[in-house]
C-alpha cells in the first residue's frame, strides 16, 4: 500500500500543479464581448472546441475530475491503513 501511496501522491503534486498552470493560462470570460457581438457570434466561439483556449477548458474539466478521484482515492487508502 505505502508504494501506491506514493505514486497517487506525485500525481496529485503534479495535477495540482499542472490545473493551476492552465486555469491561469486561460482568457477571461468578459474577453472577446465587444460591440461587435458576443463570442457566440464570433468564429473563435462557433470553433472553440478546436481552439487552445477550448483544450485549455477541456483539460480544466478533465483535470479537475482526475484531481477529485485521486483524493477519495487518497482517503479510502489512508481510511482502510487505520491512519
Avoid: C, H, P
Amino acid at each position: 500500500m505505502a508504494v501506491a501511496e506514493i505514486i497517487l501522491s506525485v500525481i496529485y503534486v503534479i495535477l495540482g500543479v499542472a490545473i493551476s498552470a492552465v486555469i491561469l493560462m486561460q482568457e477571461g470570460k468578459s474577453q472577446g464581448l465587444g460591440a461587435l457581438g458576443g463570442i457566440a457570434d464570433s468564429y473563435w466561439g462557433k470553433n472553440k472546441g478546436r481552439s487552445m483556449e477550448g483544450a485549455l477548458e477541456k483539460f480544466t474539466k478533465y483535470g479537475a475530475i482526475a484531481f477529485m478521484l485521486i483524493t477519495i482515492a487518497m482517503n479510502v487508502i489512508l481510511k482502510s491503513q487505520g491512519a
